[in-house]
């Protein structure tokens, strides 16, 4: 589920970036004592090679049971990959983003995934480091999905339309029939796919309108790895590339009637990027990444989750428990209908989350990949040298006994209950669960965004199953045989399985349940941590200047902000301590920022283009943002107010600006809090190269441009 802003797609290079450098060179690497131990192969040169064709992603795993080293070394003919398997050395990779970097994947794997042409593979190319400031299209798009992810009000959207959906694909089950037989993955790859596209595209959603498209994306997926090996894909992948032609086809469809208008903020953010860069012609072979980074992961855990909860029967009947505290009844003569208020599974529910993370756990075989940019250290311990290849299986941190426990091979559906109790109870970090040892969903600055959209949709529906049907097998008198896993899947961080199940459904005669949905944020995330929705309406005001006496009087800590990577930014973070919480996803959102900042699309390199006054002054830009429900980043005004202790053309840069309002409202800057939970107060920061100043005030209240608190 990790997805590099085009979506999880870029996850199976792993693969193809290895053949691709065996092939490339014909002398071996020399070994420096300090890198990784020697992982030898039978084969000399082409030994590890063999084996990934072999065994495609899980040869890491393989060699991972077989040698249990924190890291090793394989060397092919003429590159090295290294292996990494210890947490601590997998955080310290993931903290070293520039030297260690999942850019040069996205290079490799777009043109071939996207087809869209010399142009298209420019435009994403393009800054994708971001070594000439925080823009491109791999960048921007990347923000636009980690707040239009993140949980707020779009992502409480999203779930709604999921499940709404999904129940138009469960009722036909419970009407007119005692019980209806179905192949359970094609049932639930079929419900995913409707409904999860819904939730994306909204109402004019191609998959839903062109059923056809289903197929046509499955097919594709079907040939997704020789599409990415390229070893003549017209040949060896001929279904899969007719397949993209004809669902790339429909979403040209979409975009030309327009669909991201009434589509969700996801989707919204990634067409606004594509304007922004002029791409709007490449949109939807962009959307190839999207829908792997929805799909793909989505169905088999659905599929692997039902498997574990209706094959014990215990379990089940606990859930069905669990869940009936989540519930409201209401009774009509002589029927009953239960009611799942969505926004309650989170408080009442946690052995729902907990069996839905244990299924990640014990299904997850996917591998997090690097490339070496520049010689590096990691963890003062082993040397990674430029030019190789880091590999970071997830299944073999998943079955490691010293952070999981002994019975770490079986699967317990407790288990993330007995950690959060343990990581409550100890007050010492060391003793608590490894931040980097859960990973499906990656981590560091390659985090899956849509990790909580994932929890969200699929604790809800399986809720939506257990509480409404029965589900048996078909064959093997009656009892449940658990298939095995489809490997090859390079896309896919949860396999598939290597077979379907058939099964018997049939609607509980105990009660009548309907899904209830009420307007609050369904909130749920790994770890049972919940953030409530942001309020309804947003107003920013910026402040592009050193800030006047009466702000000052307003501030309370300040902080220096040292050690960071680009020496420019550094200088003193002054954080506001009274005023009107907002939302600091919101504040900080590619939208946002765009006003703020005083952003023209005509000209990015600067941010304020005023001429000064008499006095040598410049104006003080204020933005206003009105926001509604899936609609925060429309409404907007602008205001201007003067301030005489403005000075200079200096303030006038977008790139530092955007980096000041996200260093005061995202994590580690000011404070978060308030009755909107993760929100800020706003403040501002100097740098101190040339004393310029950039700030945000929430608090702004009316088209004067006056704050609220000033004067006091």
Same mark, same amino acid.
């Given at each position: 589920?990790?997805?590099?802003?085009?979506?999880?797609?870029?996850?199976?290079?792993t693969? @193809? #970036?290895?053949?691709?450098?065996?092939?490339?060179?014909?002398?071996?690497?020399?070994?420096?004592?300090?890198?990784?131990?020697?992982?030898?192969?039978?084969?000399?040169?082409?030994?590890? @090679?063999?084996?990934? *064709?072999?065994? $495609?992603?899980?040869?890491?795993?393989?060699?991972?049971?077989?040698?249990?080293?924190?890291?090793?070394?394989l060397?092919?003919?003429g590159?090295?990959?290294?292996?990494?398997?210890?947490?601590?050395?997998?955080?310290?990779?993931?903290?070293?983003?520039?030297?260690?970097?999942?850019?040069?994947?996205?290079?490799?794997?777009?043109?071939?995934?996207?087809?869209?042409?010399?142009?298209? &593979?420019?435009?994403?190319?393009?800054?994708?480091?971001?070594?000439k400031?925080?823009?491109g299209?791999?960048?921007?798009?990347?923000?636009?999905?980690?707040?239009?992810?993140?949980?707020?009000?779009?992502?409480?959207?999203m779930?709604?339309?999921?499940?709404t959906?999904?129940?138009?694909?469960?009722?036909?089950?419970?009407? $007119?029939?005692?019980?209806?037989?179905?192949?359970?993955?094609?049932w639930?790859?079929k419900?995913?796919?409707?409904?999860?596209?819904?939730?994306?595209?909204?109402?004019?959603?191609?998959?839903?309108?062109?059923?056809?498209?289903?197929?046509?994306?499955?097919?594709?997926?079907?040939?997704?790895?020789?599409?990415? *090996?390229?070893?003549?894909?017209?040949?060896?992948?001929?279904? $899969?590339?007719?397949?993209?032609?004809k669902?790339?086809?429909?979403?040209?469809?979409?975009?030309?009637?327009?669909?991201?208008?009434?589509?969700?903020?996801?989707?919204?953010?990634r067409?606004?990027a594509?304007?922004?860069?002029?791409?709007?012609?490449?949109?939807?072979?962009?959307?190839?990444?999207?829908?792997v980074?929805?799909?793909?992961? #989505?169905?088999?855990?659905?599929?692997w989750?039902?498997? =574990?909860i209706?094959?014990r029967?215990t379990?089940?009947?606990?859930?069905r428990?669990?869940?009936?505290?989540?519930?409201?009844?209401?009774?009509t003569?002589?029927?009953?209908?239960q009611?799942?208020?969505?926004?309650? *599974?989170?408080?009442?529910?946690?052995?729902?989350?907990?069996?839905?993370?244990?299924?990640?756990?014990?299904?997850?075989? +996917?591998?997090?990949?690097?490339?070496?940019?520049?010689?590096?250290?990691?963890?003062?311990?082993?040397?990674?040298?430029?030019?190789?290849?880091?590999?970071?299986?997830? =299944?073999?941190?998943?079955?490691?006994?010293s952070?999981?426990?002994?019975?770490?091979?079986?699967?317990?559906?407790?288990?993330?209950?007995?950690?959060?109790?343990?990581?409550?109870?100890?007050?010492?970090?060391?003793?608590? /669960?490894?931040?980097?040892?859960f990973?499906?969903?990656?981590?560091?600055?390659?985090?899956?965004?849509?990790?909580?959209?994932?929890?969200?949709?699929?604790?809800?529906?399986?809720?939506?199953? @257990?509480?409404?049907?029965?589900?048996?097998?078909?064959?093997?008198?009656?009892?449940?045989?658990?298939?095995?896993?489809?490997?090859?899947?390079v896309?896919?961080?949860v396999?598939?399985?290597?077979?379907?199940?058939?099964?018997?459904?049939?609607?509980?005669?105990?009660? !009548?349940?309907?899904?209830?949905?009420i307007?609050?944020?369904?909130?749920?995330?790994?770890?049972?941590?919940?953030?409530?929705?942001p309020?309804?309406?947003?107003?920013?005001?910026?402040?592009?200047?050193?800030?006047?006496?009466?702000?000052?009087?307003?501030?309370?800590?300040?902080?220096?902000?040292?050690g +960071?990577?680009?020496?420019?930014?550094r200088?003193?973070?002054?954080?506001f301590?009274? %005023?009107?919480?907002?939302?600091?996803?919101?504040?900080?959102?590619?939208?946002?920022?765009?006003?703020?900042?005083?952003? !023209?699309?005509?000209?990015?390199?600067?941010?304020?283009?005023?001429?000064?006054?008499? &006095?040598?002054?410049?104006?003080?830009?204020?933005?206003?943002?009105g926001? %509604?429900?899936?609609?925060?980043?429309?409404?907007?005004e602008?205001?201007?107010w003067?301030?005489?202790?403005?000075q200079?053309?200096?303030?006038a840069?977008?790139s530092?600006?955007?980096?000041?309002?996200?260093?005061?409202?995202?994590e580690?800057?000011?404070?978060?809090?308030?009755?909107?939970?993760?929100?800020?107060?706003?403040?501002?920061?100097?740098?101190?190269?040339?004393?310029?100043?950039?700030?945000?005030?929430p608090?702004?209240?009316?088209?004067?441009?006056?704050?609220?608190?000033?004067? /006091?």
């Amino acid at each position: 589920m990790e997805t590099e802003n085009f979506g999880t797609v870029a996850i199976s290079v792993t693969v @193809v #970036a290895t053949l691709l450098i065996t092939t490339n060179y014909f002398l071996g690497p020399k070994y420096d004592s300090r890198e990784p131990p020697v992982i030898h192969q039978k084969i000399p040169y082409i030994g590890h @090679v063999i084996g990934l *064709l072999q065994y $495609g992603l899980r040869y890491f795993e393989v060699l991972s049971t077989k040698h249990p080293l924190p890291a090793f070394t394989l060397q092919t003919l003429g590159k090295k990959v290294y292996v990494v398997n210890s947490p601590d050395l997998i955080a310290a990779v993931q903290k070293n983003a520039k030297a260690l970097s999942f850019n040069p994947f996205v290079s490799f794997v777009s043109p071939r995934i996207f087809d869209a042409g010399d142009e298209a &593979n420019a435009i994403i190319h393009d800054n994708i480091d971001g070594e000439k400031g925080p823009w491109g299209l791999l960048h921007d798009t990347s923000r636009g999905m980690h707040i239009a992810l993140a949980p707020s009000d779009s992502l409480d959207w999203m779930t709604k339309t999921m499940l709404t959906k999904l129940e138009e694909h469960i009722e036909p089950l419970g009407v $007119g029939n005692d019980e209806v037989e179905v192949d359970l993955y094609k049932w639930v790859r079929k419900g995913i796919t409707v409904a999860s596209t819904e939730a994306v595209y909204g109402p004019k959603n191609p998959f839903n309108h062109k059923p056809e498209l289903e197929d046509a994306f499955w097919d594709f997926e079907s040939d997704i790895t020789m599409i990415l *090996l390229g070893i003549a894909p017209s040949i060896t992948a001929r279904k $899969g590339k007719n397949a993209r032609k004809k669902f790339i086809a429909g979403l040209v469809d979409y975009f030309r009637d327009n669909g991201p208008e009434t589509g969700s903020d996801l989707i919204r953010a990634r067409w606004e990027a594509n304007k922004r860069y002029g791409c709007q012609q490449y949109a939807a072979s962009f959307e190839i990444g999207n829908l792997v980074g929805v799909l793909i992961n #989505a169905t088999p855990s659905f599929f692997w989750m039902l498997l =574990h909860i209706y094959s014990r029967p215990t379990l089940l009947e606990e859930l069905r428990a669990e869940i009936a505290h989540a519930t409201e009844s209401t009774t009509t003569g002589n029927t009953t209908t239960q009611s799942i208020i969505v926004s309650k *599974l989170n408080e009442y529910c946690p052995l729902l989350l907990s069996t839905y993370q244990e299924t990640l756990r014990v299904q997850t075989h +996917n591998s997090s990949s690097r490339w070496v940019t520049k010689d590096t250290v990691i963890a003062d311990q082993y040397l990674l040298k430029a030019g190789n290849v880091i590999q970071m299986p997830g =299944h073999p941190v998943h079955m490691m006994p010293s952070i999981w426990g002994s019975d770490v091979e079986s699967f317990n559906p407790r288990r993330f209950l007995k950690i959060e109790k343990d990581n409550k109870k100890s007050k010492d970090k060391s003793q608590k /669960q490894h931040p980097a040892s859960f990973r499906t969903f990656g981590g560091g600055s390659t985090l899956c965004p849509g990790r909580h959209f994932a929890t969200a949709e699929l604790c809800a529906a399986i809720a939506m199953m @257990v509480m409404r049907f029965d589900i048996e097998p078909m064959h093997n008198g009656g009892t449940w045989v658990i298939p095995r896993y489809k490997y090859g899947k390079v896309a896919s961080a949860v396999p598939p399985p290597d077979r379907d199940v058939t099964v018997k459904i049939k609607t509980r005669r105990v009660l !009548s349940l309907l899904l209830g949905l009420i307007p609050s944020l369904f909130m749920f995330s790994i770890g049972t941590t919940a953030f409530p929705s942001p309020s309804s309406e947003i107003n920013v005001t910026s402040l592009s200047v050193p800030i006047s006496s009466s702000l000052v009087r307003r501030a309370g800590e300040t902080a220096r902000i040292e050690g +960071n990577e680009d020496p420019k930014h550094r200088g003193t973070l002054h954080c506001f301590t009274t %005023g009107t919480w907002q939302s600091a996803g919101i504040i900080a959102s590619t939208y946002a920022i765009r006003y703020i900042c005083g952003y !023209s699309q005509a000209d990015n390199a600067t941010a304020f283009k005023y001429e000064p006054f008499a &006095n040598g002054s410049y104006p003080h830009q204020y933005t206003r943002i009105g926001s %509604g429900l899936g609609k925060q980043y429309y409404g907007y005004e602008t205001v201007t107010w003067y301030d005489t202790q403005l000075q200079g053309t200096t303030h006038a840069r977008y790139s530092e600006c955007k980096w000041a309002i996200e260093k005061i409202v995202l994590e580690g800057g000011c404070p978060w809090g308030g009755n909107s939970g993760k929100a800020s107060l706003g403040g501002w920061f100097q740098f101190e190269d040339d004393g310029s100043t950039y700030g945000v005030d929430p608090t702004f209240e009316s088209s004067s441009g006056r704050s609220r608190n000033e004067g /006091q």
